[in-house]
């Protein structure tokens, strides 16, 4: 079915892109999706992999509410690791390791199949505005595209400038041309522009890599699912491998620094602390004189291999010196070098919650754009703008997301209640809810949320609810189910418990910290419950059980937070009458203008006092009682 | 926000708090509020009579005793007040308890209450959660309290200051610490595919340990500061005859007659303030009680539940004529040496050769001997670490200055004592922080991303 006129336009087919179509095209509503070269659509620009710490929670969010993300890595998926299986159900993280090719591939399929998506080869060089609004588009062979919001996920590709060595040329990633028109077009329109920065390694020719020297790393056996409600086929799985840098890189590096674009002074965008260069890692850390280094197969039917921890801007003869004095790379030959690439973005504080811009109505920003980095951190933005773009339209309710709901609501609040001053990241330690924001249960958290909005539908939202009802079947029987101490010591013997001498209940039991479920339900066989419904739920059952006094004192936080998240502050409000706030304080507020009570309670420099003024100053703005 | 999810709120998840809601150590009366779901519960442990307290209607006030019941003693005679939500001053069930002011009587409640299952309110708290239920008049009041509180404080704090270092830069340290232990879990659980950190977990053991045992020395000194504000409530004890009254009016100093004693808030005996080497002591004497009652047999158990619970020090005094043993079970059962000195009276009618008793302050009332060791020992008792020198030696040192800030950090001290350090690591870390950010209301610092600034500066992370 042919898209009839686009009611949004979004801009550029990354991991923003896709997911903000897609969440806008679910709600029916008809988008275009104008991109530089569609064969390159949601390409990773770095790293092949998805996933990780918090980062992998986010993916299940997004797959939640119904996003593609998922389904993606899943289609593309030729290594999986579980993260943290050492640790609580809270922090353990899936990550996957996709086939480059394969990740296009499936994304694009789905795109491109969706009958309210349309996708277009265009690079956009202009926005049409007018009366502070944004009207439609204009790509670079001026054709004009009306529409009634524009989503911009453009990527690095903005003003993008690739710097190795001393050598620099526009770019929006190696081998794809920068985005220069609408650079400027956005700047002139007053959006505030910050200049950021990233690199990436080299990659090389497997075929050249003496793998007998190095360490491999095979995935988990198990099989795993990013998706809740997909099942994609399993692809072969491949093994990454470990090796380490010699004294030899150490010292070209360091002999080298000035030929560097970072060190030579070239760079003047501010890069990710948490992936640093070969160079910052030798000068940061001098006292680690070895850094490791992982092979990361691109693909299965691809050669290429990245090279993760050797990201540089050295010049490419220094690149290969610095290659091939790293163990079991000797002969190994480089097919692309890496690179650091500047870009301009744009301050998030200038964003509402929805991401739709506060100084151009009906543009939205997604992804890197905004100073974030990463797919999945763009995915996210991406659904949150696409989604909220359709409401608009449709005259629907926005729809904002919580720090206590989600990693999603963690790095919105994040970047736009504090903006960003180096490439945002999520990590897990910035959700202070994370006992709670699991990748276990982000389909109970959002799932219902994302059927109500209407991105999910009836089977998948069937899937959560027997998943919920199991869950409080399990936690039911396992209070409810009592034991003889005659029936129970023998075990708790086994796992060095303390013996029994009453009958306890099972819940009992499990709050002791030797015995676990796994090993409770075994002993006394599984009764009621299957081997694979077990699998789904036992280690959230386990968590309630055992750590519920962690996560009462969590929900009573999360309680107090979303309360201060209702009060919302008029987006009017001059915090600099207000003189009975320290002058700090008032310079925080004026600068970051929270929306609500609970984004001015993060704010670095507000102390309670200032915090008490300001409640009594929103009173005096005609507050009413808060709903409920 | 969109859709009716969100306005199905859950409720009720609130915890209960609690604070002394006038500036402490002024004012003949103080104000203890308790505010939360749990705020009459909280209430009615503290009731020494609860079908007393039950019985109380809503807006109502009742004299009643309190006690701490889980020490087993009497705290105060009280006004309680109860108020049901919404109709309260923070819109929350809410227990207003008024008893005598200064610093020990609203400290015991207020403590009483925490051992309840109250929490130390944080700062601004009562007037966030006033402002939240839309009491927006009550809230203004009380955010202008908290800003008069947060001066009295800065007052206080100032003035002990003077006296010792800075209990801010002290307990930031400290907060610092917990936050660069919780870095490295961080570190641990957001980087798994980095090289894990060695040592990691006796530098936890040893950095709480360390950071349990400043909070503790400071609680330490926090009962002597509130102690030395208020003055040392000590209490005279022993049998009969044994020479009380007259030690007593050695004390307080012999132009002072107990006829002339004013009957304080213990009411049955007689109380009479002295100085010893600037530290305020308040004497009793249980002459009074025993004239009244006339039954010998019982006063041991009269003092026990009366007096010497709530002592800060007890002297028991036993006639160096007569046995020992059988007085010093029934006056001291329980008791804890830490607050008791012994003392040995008569010692002008013992013979050469016989001694006073081990652990004994030889001393003759009559004669004036022995007594300025007494008051030696007794200074030592409120001061243990140094004896008072002529410079105030010790209270060198960051000192804590207000019941916040010693609730705050006796709170802190119940987080750190219940890590599990064999837990995984995001449970530790969610201690940490917590216990960091009690610690935090005290400095008046604001967490930020303290903790990822950390792990950049320290580890190398990122492939
Ligand atoms: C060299 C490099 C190194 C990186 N290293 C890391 C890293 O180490 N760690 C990390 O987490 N992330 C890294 N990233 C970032 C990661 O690639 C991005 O965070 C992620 O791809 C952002 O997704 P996005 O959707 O915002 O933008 P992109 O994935 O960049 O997609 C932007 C899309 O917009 C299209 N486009 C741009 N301008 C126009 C236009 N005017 N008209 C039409 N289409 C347009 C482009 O063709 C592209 O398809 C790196 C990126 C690069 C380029
Ligand atoms: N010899 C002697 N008699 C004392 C001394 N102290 C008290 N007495 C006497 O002991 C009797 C009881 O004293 P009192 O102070 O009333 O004892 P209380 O009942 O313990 O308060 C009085 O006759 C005192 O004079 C002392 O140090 N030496």
Redesign the interface.
Known sequence: MPVKDPEIVVIGAGHAGCEAAWAAANLGVPVLLATSDPANMAQMSCNPSVGGVAKGQLVREIDALGGVMARATDAASIQFRMLNTGKGPAVRAPRSQSDRKLYVQAMRGLIESHPHIRVIRAMVSALEVSGGRVRGVVTSSGQRYCARAVVLTAGTFLNGLIRIGDRSFPAGRAGDPASEDLAVNLKALGLPAMRFKTGTPPRLDGRTVDYARLVEQPGDDTEYFFSFFHRAERLPQVSCWQTRTSAETRRLVLDNLKLSSLYGGYVEGRGPRYCPSIEDKFVRFPEREIQHLFLEPEGIDTREVYLNGLSNSMPHEVQERMVHSVEGLEQAEIVRHGYAIEYDCYDPRALKPTLESSILSGLYLAGQVNGTSGYEEAAGQGLVAGLNAARALQDRQEVTFSRTESYLGVMLDDIVGRGVDEPYRLFSSRAEFRLHLRQDNADLRLAPLAYELGLIGPEQIAVVEAKKALLARCRDFLSRTRVSPERINPYLESVGSASADSWLSLEKLLRRPEVSLASLFGFLGPWEFTAEELEKILPQVELEVKYAGYLDRELARMDQLRRMEEVKIPPDLDFSAISTISHEGRERLARCRPSTLGQASRLPGLTPGDLSVLMVELGKHGRKRPAG | ?????Y?????G???TIVAVSTAPGVGAVAVVRVSGPLAWEVGEKLAADPAKYRAIEPRRSALMTLADRARGHEIDRALVVKYQAPASFTGEDVVEVQCHGGLAVPAAVAGAAIAAGARQA???EF??RA????K?DL??A??VD??VH?RGELDRRLALQGLGGSLGGLVGSLRSLLLDLKAEL?YG???????PLTGLSARLESGLCRVAETVEGLLAGARRNLLIARGVLTVIAGEPNVGKSTLFNRLVGEERSIVTGTPGTTRDAVEMEAMIDGVLFRLVDTAGLREETGEVERIGVEYSRRYLVRADLVVFVHDVTGPVDRAEKSFLAGRDTGSLLRVSNKIDLLQKERKSPEGFIPVSAVEGTGLDELRRAMVEKVLPSAPAGPDGDSFRGPQVASLRQKNLLEDALAILRRV?P?A????I??DL??AAERLSEIT?A?T??Q??ER??SRF????
């Open positions: 926000m969109a859709e009716s999810r306005s199905t709120r859950q409720s998840r609130e915890d944080a700062a601004g007037t966030l402002f939240l239920n839309g927006l809230a203004q009380e955010a908290d800003l947060a961080e659980i957001d980087f798994p595919e980095e090289e599990d064999g995984s690591a995001e449970y870390a969610a922080q917590e008046g604001i930020d991303e903790v990822l792990i950049f190398c992370v990122g492939k």
